[in-house]
């Protein structure tokens, strides 16, 4: 099951993610990146530590 981003303004641009699958585009449904759950875990405590910058709305 896919999950999409609450940040998504209109719901159509936007990160997906399903549980146990990984990452993908909306836009593009049938590709998606595999992730494990450590790496998941990796990426939101990477996330939430601003590692990437700050989050910007473009």
Do not use: T
């Not at 641009?13 to 399903?18: H, L, M, R």
């Not at 993908?24 to 939101?44: V, Y």
């Amino acid at each position: 099951m896919w999950r999409k981003s609450s940040y998504s303004p209109d719901g159509n641009n936007c990160v997906e993610i399903g549980a146990g699958v990984g990452v993908r585009d909306s836009k593009s449904p049938s590709a998606h990146l595999p992730l494990s759950p450590l790496s998941w875990e990796a990426f939101l405590a990477s996330a939430k530590s601003d590692y990437f910058g700050p989050f910007q709305n473009a």
